[in-house]
């Protein structure tokens, strides 16, 4: 910038502590991934391609497991947005993360239906079971803890969400059973959620 | 113009279609508050506190995001509507660290005033505070080269973030997390660089955007004086306010503490540019010229101004009035060039310079800042000066073949503005240094390599001295005012011409600026805006409690319209009733 007069005020005192996403390998869209992000743009008018944005940090997360800030960097570049659009969004949704996770992710809802079902023990017995706090990942790469708010399956609280499946009416004594499952028998263990089923 | 008629408060009142309730309110007299509106931004309605019932609908509306209908009834002051206003408050200051003694904001802040108007007297959370980055000032963090952020005082109304993305045209900023952990920041703790940066301490309504520049200087209290002008800074010719600090004549520092922004719809809105804000401390700066200088053969010595004048008498004389050539700068107002053209036929000619300096600024931003740095060049035209081949750029060329040839004996410099406002000098001072200018007269505020090598120097006013005028590039006649004395023994530029003009042998016949003015009024009258010069009458300092008198209820809305850092308007009996027809003088009166 050309033009600022120097307007020092105690340089270096006064840093923000606020914690940056994980700067991550130099980060490239594949052709393909690019392809497709190309395509969902297309079926966005040409000024609001920013539109695309969700589904341009899905492509980065699938190519790289997270996001990182070189990501967002990229899906502002593809997407055409400022950086801090890019991490507007990413900050925002539970389902980005912004450092490496686990290949399970386990979201436990801590909103009303399931915290008054008793969600809050479930999270524990959890933590218990694997051996982690939540926002944590187990030493071997298996599974990442995190609590989110309502996963929009209510009236079988408390419910989980495994990856991309649900899990529902989950006790605090379900915990042990929930893990050994993802283990041995992967997605097939879970109930899915009765929404979708009852719907489709 | 469509018009709607709805009920406020129990009268009855008529709005173009198209207006929200809340500007409804605020046009027919009434209140209500509200931070995340801003009448230059687009709707957020985020903050909640203008709330107001509105019949026939179930809940409480926020009267910023609603627009008027016929045969609305709306009621701003039910008990319904204070009780549901009362908790939004209790809610804004659940995590607000109340450390306004400490804050820049204290004094002329919004969330202060309303929450002591209509906030609950305490509050009844008993948890701890979230905070960010520490308590207290520590928690004031680095937000770009000129601002500084503290989020703790963020109440979310995103007016920064809206700012930067409507205005600016570079989304800077972004609000990261959700719900509680909210909070203000830009990708990678980078800070806003923007040339804009410093209209976010004005859109946010809390202490948590401030200026590093006007930070722990001063408190509205402290500077009670205000005064309203025009920056000089380009060809924009934004409106400006100039603030005062309260201080007894021998005490040491500057007076002039800041300049914030005034509305004016034509030229610049709510907002001014980081160079007219920031860039002023040259006027009090150590580095003005106080006193009329004469080159001897003793050197350089401080000379009353009579014997200066003598001495460009002299000068003159031993030139010959057409080998004496004069160059100005962009910054010489209209009264100085009026008076310039009266004698300008007897020099050998007179050229402008100024300097051309592109902004960098995002593609689609909404306030582009001009190239030239020159306030007056359209004003310099209107008088029928040239400006150069083109009268688009800077056109020296001329002047500096005839100062090759020899033919330019004596070059009287006109620039009274800050540094590096009569564009490249480096010629000059070569030609100088050679011998090929003989006499060089400097007419400036700011000492440089030119009155350095100058044989004359005399001291002129800044901006913010001298009641004068400027033609900004779109053709606004605008008066800027004396905020401020001049220093030493510096003297109002169009007097000091109008001096020199009897060493080329003219005679001025106006002696007042006024009546300057006038003459410019008679002359070039047909051009629009010039006839107004005639009765123009120039902003006084006045002070913030007149400020807060003259809040009638239209006005109520000012400190976001016009002067967004006013000190508290309050809202109650216990002033009385407002006086309405007590608003500040713009106009001659
Ligand atoms: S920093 Fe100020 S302007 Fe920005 S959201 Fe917070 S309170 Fe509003
Ligand atoms: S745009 Fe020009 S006139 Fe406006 S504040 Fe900036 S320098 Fe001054
Ligand atoms: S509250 Fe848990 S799914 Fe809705
Ligand atoms: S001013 Fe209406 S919601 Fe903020």
Redesign the interface.
Known sequence: ?????L???G?G??????A?ADEGPAFVFTAENLATLEDICSRYPAERRKSAVIAALYLAQRQQGYIS?NA?KAVAAAIR????????VV??YTMFYQRPVGKNIIQVCRTLSCALNGAERLTDELQKVLGISTGETTADGAFSLFEVECLGACDRAPVVGVNDDWHECQRPEDAQKLVDGLRTKGAASLTGCHLHKEHS | METVTLTIDGQSVTVPKGKSVLEAIHASGGHVPYYCYHPGLQVDGSCRVCIVKIEKMPKLQTSCSTACADGMVVTTNSPEVEAARASVFEFLLVNHPLDCPVCDKGGECPLQDYAYSYGPERSRMEFPRRVFDGEGVKADVDFGPTLMLNRNRCIMCTRCERFMKEVDGDAQIGVFQRGVHSEIATFEEKGVVSLLSGNLMDVCPVGAITTRDYRFKSRPWDNPMAVDTICTGCEKGCNTTAWIKAKPEWAKGARLVRLTPRFNEDINQYWMCDIGRFDYHWVESDRRLLQPHVRSSRGSDATPWDEALVAVKAAVDAAGASHARVLVSGHASLEELYVLKQFAGLTGGVTFSWRHRPKPQPANTQFPIPAVDAPNLRGAKDLGFKLGATDSATDVSGLRAAVDTGAVKLLYVIDPGPDGSVGDTEWILAAKQSGKIATLIVQGVLKSALTEAADIVLPGCAFVEKDVTFTNATGHVQPASRVITPPGDAAEDWQILSKVAVAFGATVAQTTAAAVRQAIASECGSTPGYSALADLAFSRPVSARQYMQASNPMERGKWDTMFQDLPPIKFGDDFGPLPRADVIPLKPV
Request: glycine share 0%.
């Open positions: 910038m050309s033009f600022h007069p307007m020092d005020y340089k005192m006064h840093q923000s502590q606020r940056l800030r967002m947005i400022s950086t801090a659009e890019v991490e507007d900050s925002f």
